[in-house]
């Protein structure tokens, strides 16, 4: 039976990719955000109803009433809903709902999620499979959505371990790309983290298969402590998919696979870096899984050219190359400058947007061992997401630290002022890095629409 879901915060990533799935199996959708974007504009096309603004007037129809973690108590649609018992579902246990009718093949962990899903996807949908998939972040090169309803039986998704709602799923594939000090905010320590994942892994089909990076000590620990399938992969042949004979170049990489028979073959890929390995290696375990062919397995990497603002260039203009990434974690933070570091740029240039004031408090230190990768520093306000502002951990508490390793390569700028200090400063050679999960992304463009402008006018 058709139901009318409502969804708050309808332009997320994660909400807007519910809402297409919604759509597409003949539900009747409408949502509520604070502001229009491209997502938004996509779902009205496919036929949702979408409000500007949370008001209690936008729930009265609906059936079932879709919320996130970003979303408040105090939300008046949210208040609404629960005063005219309209029964009220959080996001993932909606999605929960949709993948645990199919053969699930769920992409867990702290980083590398959504570029796993995204290559486990292109590789189902390659292999003639049809899968449905649900997707944290938008395929470079692809259609608009990032969800996608398909007819064969498998559904692969990215499933959110921030708030513990990937214990609604019941995986019969599952990969873990790694666990971290993350979310320390609702876990609370590393003792609630680990009891997450072990919870997480036990609900793993009897008949199926955990996938996890051997490369994680604490993971790889945490999985041979359970009576689960697991295969595990890695960068050494103490994993039973790993990676040898390693190549880098830019954007390329290349690597010889080899599984516990022999080698597999050798595989080419076109995104940066040592972790998006890791990320192809997690893809081809899957594969292997489900007998699906070397050569679909090597045709899809090697046109797998990446997600939305992971790496993601925006543009080169006089030598000087731009970069947008989501990385806001230490951990991704330094991997990210890594993967910057094999273009051999005459200065790496990163600008920094902190994101939560509580992942500031707990990673301070770490973010300052990160970020000093960097050969200049950029830092400007935290992003606060749906934190309150908090005392004692804030932009000034991180600059003053990163201040003591980094010296006056180390630079605070308000959002509005770092354009203009860029257009100053870069030189032909650099390469400019946007970081953070924020807002930080839309300097980037503007930075190569003034970098361009610059150009063509020296050339009138």
């Given at each position: 039976m058709k139901k009318h879901y409502h969804l708050i915060g309808i332009g997320g990533i994660g909400m807007g990719t519910l809402a297409s799935l919604l759509l597409d199996q003949g539900h009747s959708v409408s949502g509520s955000d604070l502001k229009d974007n491209e997502l938004i504009l996509g779902l009205r096309k496919k036929g949702a109803t979408v409000t500007i603004g949370h008001h209690t007037s936008n729930v009265k129809d609906a059936d079932y009433v879709v919320y996130s973690s970003a979303v408040r108590v105090n939300n008046p649609e949210l208040m609404e809903s629960e005063s005219r018992n309209i029964p009220v579902?959080?996001?993932?246990?909606?999605?929960?709902?949709?993948?645990?009718?199919?053969?699930?093949?769920?992409?867990?962990?702290?980083?590398?999620?959504?570029?796993?899903?995204?290559?486990?996807?292109?590789?189902?949908?390659?292999a003639g499979l049809k899968p449905t998939t649900a997707i944290g972040g938008t395929i470079n090169n692809s259609v608009a959505y990032n969800a996608n309803l398909g007819a064969g039986k498998y559904f692969v998704a990215e499933v959110d371990e921030s708030d513990g709602t990937f214990l609604y799923f019941n995986p019969h594939y599952s990969i873990i790309t790694n666990m971290d000090f993350e979310h320390v905010d609702f876990y609370k320590n590393w003792e609630g983290i680990t009891e997450a994942y072990a919870k997480f892994i036990a609900r793993t089909h009897k008949d199926g298969c955990l996938i996890v990076c051997g490369e994680d000590k604490k993971l790889l620990e945490l999985a041979r402590r359970q009576k689960v399938n697991t295969v595990t992969y890695g960068m050494s042949d103490q994993q039973e998919v790993y990676a040898a004979r390693i190549v880098t170049d830019g954007f390329q990489s290349s690597f010889s696979c080899y599984t516990l028979k022999g080698k597999l073959g050798d595989f080419e890929l076109n995104v940066p870096g040592r972790h998006n390995i890791l990320n192809a290696l997690a893809c081809i375990s899957v594969g292997l899984q489900l007998g699906i062919s070397y050569e679909v397995m090597n045709k899809t990497l090697k046109n797998f050219t990446g997600v939305k603002r992971r790496f993601q260039l925006k543009g080169r203009v006089n030598e000087v190359m731009v970069i947008d990434d989501y990385g806001h974690h230490p951990t991704e933070i330094a991997a990210t400058l890594n993967a910057a570091r094999l273009f051999a740029p005459k200065r790496l240039i990163t600008v920094f947007q902190p994101h939560r004031y509580s992942r500031t408090k707990f990673l301070l230190n770490e973010f300052v061992g990160s970020l000093g990768l960097s050969d200049e520093l950029i830092l400007t306000d935290i992003y606060a997401a749906s934190e309150k502002v908090s005392e004692g951990v804030g932009v000034k508490v991180l600059f003053a630290e990163l201040q003591k390793t980094l010296g006056p390569r180390a630079t605070f700028l308000k959002k509005e002022n770092i354009i203009k200090y860029l257009q100053d400063h870069v030189q032909p050679g650099d390469m400019v890095l946007f970081l953070g999960a924020g807002d930080i992304y839309h300097l980037s463009d503007e930075l190569v629409g003034t970098l361009s402008c610059a150009v063509n006018h020296m050339g009138q």
């Open positions: 579902l959080q996001r993932a246990q909606v999605l929960a709902q949709l993948v645990n009718q199919q053969t699930a093949i769920t992409i867990a962990g702290a980083h590398g999620k959504t570029t796993t899903t995204s290559m486990v996807s292109s590789l189902l949908i390659n």
